[in-house]
């Protein structure tokens, strides 16, 4: 099955910094990249998310790379911000028998000093 | 539209206990899948159920099962409980499943504790 590496486990930066996070995943068949953002105690919640036929993806601040040859992708946050304090979960899936089911990393607790 | 809800919240249950937990999908979504969220981990995928059927599972036990309704809401079951399935359960609800994936949207778990 999908195995999704996810470094590194906790991430400090000063406010204004950038922050990336960087996932490798293990199945060539993956052609679908979420990135999911969790506030202590919330649900998370889908941030961006990147298909295989797509190199990079932007939305404001908030950008996603993907290798397919290498396969890994990464998250970058230019201009961190304090609410941008958060754990963030990158995740792999592939279509089958209709179905998209993510495999998960493990997690980034990102934290943004003020 | 309303989002996704999940009950309980809290949970306490004692080894070999039986467990259901509920969940409300989105308004006009038919697709919702379960996950089991272990303290510092990220989500671990349970199964999926697509308009009643069930679509696809994770490597969980047979004492893991589930049901969809008519009107896409879903319930979880656990039975025999041990201490590891103490976690956040969470469901998730997108509009479909069928040829390409789409968002999917979280409800805000259930914290099941089993002593």
């Known amino acids: 099955g999908e195995n999704v590496e996810q470094h590194p486990s906790t991430l400090s930066v000063q406010e204004g910094d950038s922050a990336v996070i960087k996932c490798t995943y293990s199945d060539s068949a993956s052609n679908y990249f979420p990135w999911y953002k969790q506030e202590l105690g919330k649900r998370p919640q889908l941030i961006i998310d990147?298909?295989?036929?797509?190199g990079e993806k932007k939305d404001q601040r908030i950008a996603v790379t993907l290798n397919k040859t290498a396969k890994h992708f990464s998250l970058h946050i230019t201009e961190t911000q304090p609410e941008d304090s958060a754990v963030y979960f990158c995740a792999a899936s592939r279509g089958s028998g209709g179905s998209y089911i993510p495999t998960f990393g493990r997690g980034t607790s990102l934290i943004v000093h003020p | 539209e309303t989002g996704v809800t999940q009950s309980p919240t809290h949970l306490i249950k004692t080894r070999g206990q039986q467990v259901t937990l509920r969940c409300s999908s989105q308004s006009g979504h038919n697709t919702v899948s379960w996950y089991q969220q272990a303290l510092g981990q990220g989500p671990q995928f349970i199964f999926q159920?697509?308009?009643?059927?069930?679509?696809g599972r994770g490597n969980f036990p047979p004492r893991f099962s589930g049901l969809q309704f008519p009107n896409y809401s879903s319930e979880l079951n656990v039975n025999a409980l041990e201490l590891d399935d103490s976690a956040l359960y969470l469901c998730a609800s997108s509009p479909t499943v069928q040829t390409s994936p789409n968002e999917q949207f979280f409800g805000p778990g259930t914290r099941l504790t089993v002593l």
């Open positions: 990147i298909r295989s036929n797509v």
């Open positions: 159920y697509y308009r009643e059927e069930e679509n």
